[in-house]
């Protein structure tokens, strides 16, 4: 997968999750937890691969505020600030967790950074979008979304063979 292809990915899952967040509401998070939010997760680790060393804070930063400018456009204002602090602080913890592991396998890597990034986005997004901190909400996000990424994770590799 070529990067631009990967960020263009990157960014339509961060507008379309946004997107069906703000059409559909809380009801949607099962979907988006287990369908979008993880590719982008996994799609990030991608990222980071490529960008490892060449400005690679820099250009994660930059894909947060280019999704979070384009959901503006698209989204709810709720949804899209929501969307941007989660992002951002989901993208921190899955970058530091990636680089901790990085004597670990590819896909051990990407498992174990999307686990915390998983459970820092279902921490923050229902709460600063919906007013919600449910733990049964929290759990279950953060499940469906390390579940989602194992998949999602064991699909680009298979296709980067």
Request: hydrophobic share 60%.
């Amino acid at each position: 997968m070529t990067v631009r292809i990967c960020i263009g990915l990157y960014l339509a899952a961060a507008i379309a999750a946004n997107v069906v967040v703000s059409a559909f509401g809380p009801w949607a998070l099962p979907f988006t937890a287990f369908a979008i939010v993880p590719f982008d997760l996994v799609t990030r680790d991608v990222l980071h691969e490529h960008w490892h060393g060449r400005g690679l804070w820099l250009r994660m930063l930059g894909l947060v505020v280019t999704g979070s400018a384009l959901s503006f456009v698209t989204a709810s204002p709720a949804v899209c600030i929501a969307s941007a602090v989660a992002f951002a602080a989901a993208g921190l913890t899955n970058a530091g967790l990636y680089q901790l592991a990085s004597r670990q396998s590819r896909l051990a890597r990407m498992n174990l950074s999307n686990c915390g990034a998983a459970l820092t986005d279902s921490i923050l997004f229902p709460l600063i979008a919906f007013a919600v901190l449910s733990p049964a909400l929290v759990v279950s996000q953060a499940a469906m979304k390390i579940a989602g990424g194992a998949i999602w994770s064991a699909i680009i590799l298979k296709a980067a063979r």
